[in-house]
């Protein structure tokens, strides 16, 4: 896919590994307690997944922001399974680039974007 493309490094869980090529991303995700509602639906809630990509240019961070926006804008009302939970109706939030701060000795100018998705969960 387009991602995979944009990030040859992969998307790994909590932290991009030490020796991944660039770019690459990580992600942790937050999820609101369910709540019961009546209806069709009995456990609903909402989820949160924080992606940041690492990258060595601007140019490399735009290539992969384009990717994923194009994915989720593509497939506003798609419909995800994980395990036994659903998750419907992805929404791209907050996108933020930003530069390495140097004072912490290294000489690699790295780039990073920081994007919010979220999404609701029925389970």
């Known amino acids: 896919s387009s991602v995979s493309a944009a990030l040859p490094g992969g998307i790994t869980p909590d932290k991009i590994p030490e020796a991944a090529s660039l770019p690459a991303a990580d992600y942790t995700v937050q999820s609101e307690p369910f709540t019961s509602i009546s209806g069709p639906v009995p456990n609903l809630r909402t989820c949160t997944l924080e992606l940041r990509v690492i990258a060595e240019t601007v140019a490399q961070l735009e290539t992969a922001q384009s990717a994923i926006e194009t994915v989720?804008?593509?497939?506003?009302?798609?419909?995800?399974?994980?395990?036994?939970?659903?998750?419907?109706?992805?929404a791209l939030g907050q996108a933020v680039q930003s530069a390495e701060d140097f004072s912490d000795g290294s000489d690699e100018p790295l780039r990073i974007l920081t994007l919010t998705i979220t999404g609701w969960v029925t389970q």
């Open 72 to 90: 989720i804008g593509d497939n506003p009302g798609r419909v995800a399974q994980a395990g036994q939970a659903t998750v419907h109706s992805l």
